[in-house]
């Protein structure tokens, strides 16, 4: 599978952002979809993870303002991104496993990477 990352951007901080992960390929239902995030000098971060079944999984620091949902018919993920934060700046990858359908969430490991989309958030 192919993924693609897309909507990233300028945003004040409170304001919101949508990210959209677009995949290409056959049984996208049957991925994990993970995003990650990487600011500068820091380490990459898993920041979200939806599963096959819809189920989702999020870090402590975005539980509450981030939403991440799946479109399965447009083999799209989302990443909903309200309340932003200076802290939240930085490249946003979304990732991708196959997994069956009673695989722990989040998986943590990812075989297919989309390239990233910067996300920066102004005080």
């Known amino acids: 599978v192919q993924l693609q990352a897309s909507g990233g951007g300028l945003v004040q901080a409170g304001g919101s952002l949508r990210l959209s992960c677009a995949a290409s390929?056959?049984?996208?239902?049957?991925?994990?979809i993970a995003w990650f995030r990487q600011a500068p000098g820091k380490e990459r971060e898993l920041v979200a993870a939806?599963?096959?079944?819809?189920?989702?999984w999020y870090t402590d620091s975005v539980k509450g303002r981030f939403t991440t949902s799946r479109d399965n018919a447009r083999k799209t993920v989302y990443l909903q991104m309200n309340s932003l934060k200076p802290e939240d700046t930085a490249v946003y990858y979304c990732?991708?496993?196959?997994?069956?359908?009673?695989?722990?969430?989040?998986?943590?490991?990812?075989?297919?990477w989309g390239q990233g989309t910067q996300v920066t958030v102004s005080s």
């Open positions: 390929g056959h049984s996208f239902n049957r991925y994990e």
């Open positions: 990732a991708a496993k196959s997994v069956i359908l009673t695989a722990r969430l989040p998986q943590g490991e990812y075989d297919y």
């Open positions: 939806i599963n096959r079944g819809g189920s989702t």
